[in-house]
């Protein structure tokens, strides 16, 4: 059963990474061998904190989210060995490269369910574009402060 898991998540890593890779070639100008390794190293730490999550969940229930952020935390924290590699290798990778796809699968998926979407009616759709707007905000502001108290502006 985890081999299965493991197996489904690589593919599915290993297709994301491919479009992520494309995306930062194409759109960023990057190398491919830049791209490549940055894609690599957080889809080796993706695909790691998935598996420890999945063997965890027989003991607590987290989020595995939680397990790959507090490992690459921990890969890029200062008592690494290797924190140097990791963040010049992580750093050659844009994250935003693969918005333009993520947009793209969530407009169709929301297009093949747009009937249910109409049906739940119209207080849903006030509801998300209030949650949308909450959520942009609460970052943008979080992002100013931050920002703000580090002296980056």
């Known amino acids: 059963?985890?081999?299965?898991?493991?197996?489904?998540?690589?593919?599915?890593?290993?297709?994301?990474?491919?479009?992520?890779?494309l995306t930062n070639i194409i759109g960023y100008n990057m190398t491919i061998k830049n791209s490549i390794i940055g894609i690599g190293i957080l889809s080796i730490i993706a695909l790691t904190?998935?598996?420890?999550?999945?063997?965890?969940?027989?003991?607590?229930?987290?989020?595995?989210?939680?397990?790959?952020?507090?490992?690459?935390?921990?890969l890029a924290s200062p008592i690494s060995p290797i924190k140097d590699f990791i963040i010049n290798s992580t750093s050659q990778a844009a994250f935003l490269a693969p918005t333009t796809a993520l947009g793209a699968f969530a407009g169709i998926s929301l297009g093949k369910d747009i009937k249910s979407f109409a049906k739940m009616g119209w207080k849903l759709v006030i509801l998300t574009i209030f949650i949308i707007a909450g959520t942009f905000l609460g970052s943008a502001l979080v992002a100013q402060v931050v920002l703000r108290l580090t002296g980056a502006i």
């Open 1 to 21: 059963m985890v081999r299965k898991y493991f197996v489904q998540q690589l593919g599915l890593l290993f297709i994301v990474s491919i479009i992520i890779i």
């Open 49 to 74: 904190g998935l598996t420890v999550s999945k063997f965890m969940s027989k003991f607590v229930k987290l989020p595995s989210m939680m397990y790959i952020s507090l490992l690459g935390l921990l």
